[in-house]
């Protein structure tokens, strides 16, 4: 069974799905990512740049970007009484946009035109605008959303993939709510 091993690992490599022992060793997938959001993610991403937590404070400061958070939200338990509260927080960077969901890779049509107008919206318009898409480390949700971005046209795209928790290690973290238009969006018929 050892000297099959080395060979299993390399045929679920080459079939995409096997994760190697550390990050970095992931592919960029030719299109969007639709498999589980969580886990290990390529090192780039075609058409943006991947910038680390200096590089995105300087981005901050020096080109006050669009920065998209698109975590999930949080989902009630399914072990919780159905008539019990709940009230997520959502902790995100300051001055972030969360648009929960909105890194799916999912390829609906109405999905993917909400997903640009919204950023149209967010842009002004402006391809040229500067913008940061992120979520959680080893999230493919923001890596999807770089990728959807670059796409679109978007000319100064930047995946931070350290995140949310990235920018806690050293920053303060804030709640907030899911942009109106992007849930009334994702209501109206665009949800993946």
Known sequence: MARLAPFLALLLLAAGSVRADSPGHVPEPAGLWQGALHGYTPNTVAG??????????KLVADKKPVVIDVADADKKPENMPAAALWKPAH???????WLPGAGSGTSDPAFAEAFERRIAGLTGGDKAKTIVAFCHPDCWGSWNAAK????????AVYWYPEGMEGWQSVHDTVIVKADSEWAAS???GGER
């Open 148 to 155: 959807r971005l670059a796409s679109l046209g978007y000319s």
């Open 186 to 188: 994702m209501t109206a």
């Open 91 to 97: 902790r995100s960077i300051p001055g972030s946009v």
């Open 48 to 57: 943006a740049v991947v910038v680390d937590t200096t590089a995105f404070e």
